[in-house]
């Protein structure tokens, strides 16, 4: 009904306007046989002036209102590089923003018909082209280079610390799968084949690699204050992207294809909440939790590629912690391993090497058969 | 005003006016008003099509933005309209992923390629040039025909069982690569529809454009050189050229596709795992799919915006009744975006594990863009200096449309920066970048060029004050709605709620404030709808046999208010000078087909 009621009201509104529009395009050709804009450029005019201000004025209001509410700053050691750059960028289009925004509309309030002087003949300036060519090319050609410089160190291979993080990150409808590579450092190799892919081992783990043993899947993708991480990226389905927006992070994972991603977090999960509890618009209270918002401030990876209908829902937490926290939670883990292996080795655990030895093929469930 | 400075030189070449017996054949309503030939009447048609388009198009951005803007609340109505589509009174994911796919694809092609190049292509560069039709009227309206051909599958894609494309209007692979197999993979037969409208559309703009190019190099009437071209020739001849050598490489790209889906080949597919089991797809590769996707893809956006800058630059000299800015920095301008146009493609794939060499090679170029795009900008407001300018609705949406290119135009210099793109790749920022600068901007453009050749289309007026009530609401509203999505930055678009993130779930009452001017934006645009139907028929009639109602200089004025086949009732116009001999001292107005007069230069 209330849809129904608004659908005549706009309709009527519609009738209304078209009415005044008629009687007042009517009443000013009654006035002369020739039609003159003159009036219309003059109301015009101020309008447009008027336009300019507001959007300025509504401008300073969105930064006002809405830069305390985006995304902190960022947490990792490019994304402070690549912000400044960010902040740099925009401070010089901001500029520009405000003195062509106020040249057009300023010179159309100055220089409409109303005022009565004939147009100046002026078809051309080369020097003024070159001057506005010029200007432009050195300014550009400056954030170029800055931008660069950020891309080649984020991309440098041979600037890596060997001592560096692995995770792996497989992304699937609609969920993320993250491998750690356990107390060796080392992942287990994968086989894309039909024998070793099945429902139970979807990455296609080759658990004869005794690399494998150690391997474990983690709920929460956990990283270390102050170590670099190596994520290496895939997917098994569809294309997905790994978005880690606190860490100013994205890269694609592409079926068949492995992407990595290199960075070092620089807050603990805990450090940027102590840093936003300082921040007014932190300190207020979230209705649905109740509490503070810096309390329940936490990192969050996210799918930023289109992959399906729950797209959206790819949400896994994002932990930053200190190498001996780090530490101590590797030691829950449980590895994949204990799922798989014969049932006389558990506590799979503390899967050692010497146990893989024992490891009897004919136990193990079909789908891990491997043939070379 | 209008007849003070325009009719003494309207007839001025044209040898005297004699019926038009010359070109008289009987024509049926279907010759003339079906399957016409006549530039005019394709040009009318694609205009009305692209109109009917933009309300679609429109009418599905107001149902995600309810869903956005109120992710809690339920719209019963919405269930009586759409059905399982949003049972409850609410958007179901699956619905409003094909609702924001089929509002892209509409947009970018069907209204802002189809319609806008279609309608001012057909309709100025016969008139403009001053040639009697196209190079091949036949070709011209097959490649209408083409074009209703293509809106009618997808038209019809909506209401098929399993719905319209949702893979996005990008189309990527392997998610439209795959046949649904009934497990939220791959797309459904709605993609094979898109894929065969898609088809069907890049015939239609093929035929579209050759006929442009062959027409404008090959029709020009005598005098009419090249530098004497008016900047709408220069940009839709542009235009069709980038059409022409981009679009084959979608239908490539899109046919490799369909191979995919339905010869189960594996052009873009490698080593798909679903539910633990691996399909038989090996060696093809995802990314390939999005070269050939954005080779298009990026041109296309120079495709959409380029026509309306030819308009803009035309209208905004006519009515601040002086000469465009740099009229030659103007031309190079937008050759420059050509060829760059064609090689910038691949800042669309920053983050798709591309060699960081080609980013940088690509941010180089992309951001090399912005130079002659600053050129024009710089050259519009020269143009307003000084000048004399009547503020019809014309000129308000010529205007509006350079505050959008500014504003859109700005924040692509970060985006084109590969390091800050990878935070900002695929966010609201993006979506506020290009809705602005290639999305309003180009209807802005649109507009000016509609309210200003009306009388030329229908001799008659649109209605002044419903223009400018139209124009500032829409000035003001996509405002509102796109600049402040550049502070959502950072939120994935294409997301369906926010509610499962603790971190992008803090925007919500600025959603709802978005999507309350996006109902407010879709209404004024109704009320375009409305003053163009009530003009056609009702509006204020243009004045005298021929006129030129606002004194500009270009040779489609010269020709009869009535419009006749063949343009011109007697001779073709011969040209004298350019056509931006505005407020010289010899007069307000100078028709390109007025001779030099003595003492007279020429630019």
């Known amino acids: 009904m209330v849809a129904f009621l608004s659908f005549v009201v706009i309709v009527l509104l519609f009738v209304v306007l078209v009415l005044i529009a008629r009687a007042n395009e009517l009443s000013l050709q009654l006035k002369g046989d020739k039609y003159d804009y003159t009036n219309q450029s003059r109301i015009n005019g101020y309008l447009m002036m008027g336009f300019l201000i507001l959007m300025f004025a509504g401008s300073a209001f969105a930064f006002k209102e809405l830069v305390p509410v985006m995304i902190p700053k960022a947490a990792s050691v490019h994304g402070l590089q690549t912000d400044k750059l960010f902040n740099i960028t925009m401070l010089i289009i901001g500029i520009v923003f405000v003195i062509t925004q106020v040249a057009l509309f300023y010179f159309t309030y100055r220089y409409n018909e109303s005022r009565g002087e004939k147009a100046y003949f002026y078809t051309h300036n080369n020097k003024l082209e070159v001057v506005w060519t010029i200007i432009p090319s050195i300014v550009l050609t400056g954030l170029i280079a800055m931008g660069m410089y950020e891309w080649f160190s984020i991309f440098n291979k041979e600037a890596r610390d060997p001592k560096m993080l692995v995770v792996e990150a497989t992304a699937k409808q609609f969920n993320w799968m993250l491998r750690y590579p356990g107390k060796d450092g080392k992942f287990g190799e994968r086989v894309i084949d039909t024998e070793h892919i099945s429902p139970t081992n979807e990455l296609g783990i080759n658990w004869d690699d005794k690399n494998s043993h150690d391997d474990f899947m983690a709920d929460k993708l956990y990283l270390v204050k102050g170590r670099p991480v190596l994520m290496k990226l895939g997917a098994l389905d569809v294309l997905h992207s790994f978005f880690l927006p606190h860490f100013r992070v994205k890269m694609d994972c592409v079926p068949g294809i492995p992407t990595e991603f290199y960075f070092t977090p620089t807050m603990t999960t805990a450090e940027m909440q102590q840093y936003l509890s300082t921040e007014p618009w932190w300190q207020t209270v979230n209705p649905e939790t109740g509490e503070q918002r810096w309390k329940t401030f936490k990192y969050e990876l996210a799918c930023a590629e289109l992959c399906g209908k729950s797209h959206y829902g790819m949400e896994r937490e994002v932990v930053v912690v200190t190498q001996a926290e780090y530490d101590e939670w590797v030691d829950k883990q449980t590895a994949m391993y204990a799922a798989v292996a014969p049932k006389t080795d558990a506590p799979a655990e503390s899967v050692e090497p010497a146990a893989t030895d024992s490891v009897n093929t004919e136990t193990k469930p079909t789908a891990m058969l491997i043939k070379k | ?603």
């Open chain 2, 1 to 603: 005003m209008q007849t003070a400075h325009s009719v003494d030189h309207a007839h001025a070449d044209v040898h005297h006016i004699h019926g038009h017996d010359e070109h008289h054949h009987e024509e049926t309503f279907l010759t003339k008003y079906i399957f016409s030939q006549d530039h005019k009447m394709i040009s009318k048609q694609f205009l009305i099509t692209g109109i009917f388009w933009g309300i679609v198009g429109g009418l599905l951005s107001v149902l995600f933005r309810l869903q956005l803007g109120w992710p809690n609340e339920t719209f019963p109505f919405l269930e009586t309209f759409l059905g399982k589509w949003a049972e409850g009174g609410k958007i179901s994911n699956e619905f409003y992923y094909a609702l924001v796919t089929m509002h892209g694809t509409i947009l970018v092609f069907f209204v802002l390629t189809g319609g806008l190049s279609g309608t001012f292509a057909n309709l100025l560069i016969p008139y403009q040039i001053g040639a009697r039709d196209m190079a091949s009227p036949f070709m011209n309206m097959l490649s209408y025909w083409f074009f209703l051909a293509a809106s009618t599958v997808m038209l019809f894609s909506f209401f098929i069982q399993t719905g319209p494309a949702s893979g996005g209007w990008t189309a990527y692979p392997p998610l439209n690569g795959l046949r649904d197999t009934g497990i939220n993979l791959g797309s459904g037969m709605g993609f094979d529809m898109w894929a065969l409208g898609m088809t069907l559309f890049i015939i239609s703009s093929l035929l579209g454009g050759l006929n442009y190019i062959a027409t404008v190099l090959n029709m020009r009437t005598k005098g009419m050189s090249m530098f004497r071209l008016p900047l709408t020739i220069w940009a839709l001849m542009f235009t069709a050229i980038i059409g022409v050598l981009s679009f084959p490489a979608l239908l490539a790209g899109v046919t490799l596709l369909e191979f995919d889906r339905l010869l189960d080949t594996s052009f873009y597919l490698n080593n798909i795992v679903v539910n633990g089991q691996l399909l038989g797809y090996k060696g093809g590769s995802p990314i390939l799919f999005q070269h050939l996707f954005w080779f298009l893809g990026h041109p296309e956006v120079y495709i959409i915006i380029l026509p309306a800058m030819g308009i803009v630059s035309e209208v905004l000299s006519v009515h601040a009744r002086k000469p465009i800015f740099g009229y030659k920095a103007m031309v190079f301008s937008i050759l420059a975006i050509l060829v760059l146009s064609f090689i910038v493609w691949a800042h669309h794939m920053f983050v798709t594990g591309l060699n960081p060499n080609l980013g940088a090679i690509f941010t180089l170029f992309t951001l090399l863009i912005a130079i002659p795009s600053a050129i024009k900008v710089f050259n519009w407001i020269g143009t307003l200096w000084r000048g004399n300018i009547r503020l019809v609705s014309a000129a308000l949406f010529a205007i509006g449309f350079v505050s959008m290119f500014i504003t859109g135009g700005l924040t692509g210099i970060i985006l084109g920066n590969s390091s800050l793109d990878i935070h900002l790749h695929d966010t609201y920022f993006v979506v506020a970048h290009f809705h602005i600068v290639m999305g309003v901007s180009a209807f802005f453009g649109m507009f000016a060029g509609v309210y200003h050749w009306f009388p030329r289309l229908f001799g008659r007026f649109m209605n002044e004050t419903l223009g400018q009530i139209h124009f500032y609401v829409t000035l003001v509203g996509a405002y509102c709605i796109f600049f402040p999505m550049h502070f959502m930055t950072g939120l994935p678009r294409r997301y369906y709620t926010f509610a499962n993130f603790d971190t992008f779930n803090n925007f919500n009452h600025l959603a709802a404030f978005i999507s309350v001017f996006a109902i407010v934006v879709f209404l004024a645009q109704l009320v375009f709808v409305v003053n163009f139907f009530y003009s056609i028929f009702k509006g204020r009639k243009v004045e005298g046999e021929v006129a030129n109602p606002w004194g500009a200089n270009t040779l489609e004025w010269t020709a009869p208010v009535e419009r006749l086949h063949g343009n011109w009732p007697a001779d073709i116009p011969t040209v004298y000078r350019w056509p931006y001999d505005y407020s010289t001292e010899f007069g307000e107005t100078n028709p390109q087909n007025l001779p030099l007069r003595s003492g007279e230069e020429q630019h």
